[in-house]
């Protein structure tokens, strides 16, 4: 979704959109007035008005034409994520939302992102653990998890600050329901005669359950479940530190014994 969510209805449809919303504003009040601030693969540039105390520019492709993303205002720097033309060391956050996912090689977008933040600099990430395709062809990964956060980020240059969870297991399962059922309905436009009437009564019979009952339902026990195995997605905060690691892998989360490479 890339507008922010503003009405119940909206976020009744989208929690998780409205989560990262919540979590993007209050890590933006965060900043001092006057910080400088990339919004990296911005779209339409939903987040301008969270950061209006701030210097604030975007950066995004520009390629994907589609229904998705409608641009409301010019971007500040249409190239390649991995190569912003901006000097070293110049920003002091950069936000980079449900982007990851939609670019070839994320561990050199993590790189660039050293390469522009000062010291003590503020690196705000979102991106899917679980998601259908989308914004296609431009999706490349389907989900990232916080053993990717805490290996990679230590080995770019970044402290990992925390790393919150959100929707969990019921949501992580509701969603794949919705999708099969969105799927399903788009189907059903093919069929002819009383196969399309078939499938639209057994469609009918399940919308309240699927739309209504389960997301009100399965939510309730993901404080029960271990949530970062199963989840929408992960809010990371990384400060971008004065002296790399020497050897980030020492610190990282390392493989079971018997996945370790001889």
């Not at 339409?44 to 701030?54: E, G, I, L, T």
């Not at 994907?64 to 409301?72: R, S």
């Not at 956060?149 to 925390?162: I, K, M």
Request: hydrophobic content about 40%.
């Amino acid at each position: 979704m890339d507008k922010l969510v503003e009405t119940n209805r909206e976020r009744f449809w989208n929690p998780e959109a409205w989560v990262r919303d919540q979590w993007i504003k209050n890590e933006a009040q965060k900043l001092p007035p006057g910080s400088r601030v990339l919004d990296a693969g911005a779209g339409a540039s939903k987040y301008q008005p969270f950061f209006a105390h701030c210097q604030y520019q975007t950066q995004d492709f520009c390629q994907y034409q589609g229904p998705l993303v409608k641009y409301l205002r010019p971007v500040d720097f249409v190239c390649d994520i991995t190569k912003i033309p901006l000097p070293a060391a110049t920003l002091d956050a950069v936000v980079c939302t449900e982007v990851l996912e939609h670019v070839t090689d994320p561990i050199s977008v993590l790189r660039e992102f050293g390469r522009l933040l000062k010291p003590g600099g503020r690196l705000l990430l979102t991106a899917p653990q679980a998601s259908p395709v989308h914004m296609e062809p431009y999706h490349y990964y389907g989900g990232f998890t916080h053993y990717w956060y805490r290996y990679w980020l230590p080995a770019t240059g970044f402290e990992v600050d925390s790393i919150v969870v959100q929707g969990g297991p019921g949501r992580a399962v509701i969603s794949a329901i919705q999708t099969y059922y969105m799927k399903w309905r788009a189907r059903e436009q093919n069929l002819q005669g009383p196969w399309r009437l078939m499938s639209l009564a057994v469609r009918m019979s399940v919308k309240i359950p699927v739309h209504y009952l389960l997301p009100w339902l399965l939510p309730r026990f993901d404080a029960s479940f271990d949530q970062t195995q199963f989840c929408i997605g992960l809010l990371v905060g990384a400060t971008r530190l004065a002296q790399p690691n020497p050897n980030p892998a020492a610190s990282a989360p390392q493989p079971p014994s018997a996945l370790r490479k001889p």
